[in-house]
């Protein structure tokens, strides 16, 4: 699991620890030191802890005028045990709206599984969005399962094109808009 670290193809675009509307502003990373678990297993150190015991993150970009950010996420998003999207929602997504995110872009390739509970957190966030979206891009057969399975993709954008998207070589404004494009494509049917 340390091996997996998160993508650094922005990294010269933006930085989450420079960011002074991140809620990772002036982090710090060890390149050696790995401090971080899930399950016992040590994970790279430049992922970011926000609160939960198994769900790690890196918010990739942010750009604040069109209101948009990218995160990857990396562990086991449990809402069983750990209540994730608790964490996920105030620790990390209330400070990007309160400085005019509303639009989630969340890479889910490294989520493993997918424990869903309650969806009032979910319906909350989708609340406080009002004209933004929360999308699912990449994550796993099995977790969007879940995802459908507790219904919570009424509130998260998942499926279809969303789930096999190349976008890597791709720059954060040319996947904001592919995905931006695709979700008001489903509004618009």
Same mark, same amino acid.
């Given at each position: 699991?340390?091996?997996?670290?998160?993508?650094?193809?922005?990294?010269?675009?933006?930085?989450?620890?420079?960011?002074?509307?991140?809620?990772?502003?002036?982090?710090? #990373?060890?390149?050696?030191?790995?401090?971080?678990?899930?399950?016992?297993?040590?994970?790279?150190?430049?992922?970011?802890?926000?609160?939960?015991?198994?769900?790690?993150?890196?918010?990739?970009?942010?750009? #604040?005028?069109?209101?948009?950010?990218?995160?990857?996420?990396?562990?086991?998003?449990?809402?069983?045990? #750990?209540?994730?999207?608790?964490?996920?929602?105030?620790?990390?997504?209330?400070?990007?709206?309160?400085?005019?995110?509303?639009?989630?872009?969340?890479?889910?390739?490294?989520?493993?599984?997918?424990?869903?509970?309650?969806?009032? #957190?979910?319906?909350?966030?989708?609340?406080?969005?009002?004209?933004?979206?929360?999308?699912?891009?990449?994550?796993?057969?099995?977790?969007?399962?879940?995802?459908?399975?507790?219904?919570?993709?009424?509130?998260?954008?998942?499926?279809?094109?969303?789930?096999?998207?190349?976008?890597?070589?791709?720059?954060?404004?040319?996947?904001?808009?592919?995905?931006?494009?695709?979700?008001?494509?489903?509004?618009?049917?």
């Amino acid at each position: 699991m340390h091996e997996i670290e998160p993508t650094q193809i922005w990294k010269n675009l933006y930085d989450t620890t420079q960011d002074r509307n991140s809620p990772f502003y002036g982090e710090r #990373y060890s390149e050696t030191e790995c401090i971080h678990s899930i399950y016992n297993y040590y994970i790279h150190p430049e992922w970011d802890e926000m609160g939960s015991a198994t769900l790690y993150l890196k918010i990739l970009f942010a750009d #604040y005028r069109p209101g948009y950010c990218i995160i990857e996420l990396m562990g086991e998003w449990n809402d069983v045990l #750990y209540n994730d999207i608790m964490y996920l929602k105030r620790n990390v997504a209330e400070i990007l709206m309160d400085a005019g995110i509303n639009k989630f872009i969340l890479i889910g390739e490294n989520v493993l599984e997918f424990h869903g509970d309650d969806d009032s #957190y979910y319906q909350e966030w989708f609340d406080d969005i009002e004209e933004g979206w929360i999308a699912c891009v990449n994550f796993r057969k099995h977790v969007l399962e879940e995802i459908r399975e507790h219904r919570l993709d009424y509130y998260l954008a998942t499926g279809g094109k969303l789930d096999h998207i190349n976008w890597r070589p791709l720059s954060p404004r040319q996947l904001f808009a592919m995905v931006d494009d695709l979700i008001t494509k489903r509004l618009n049917a």
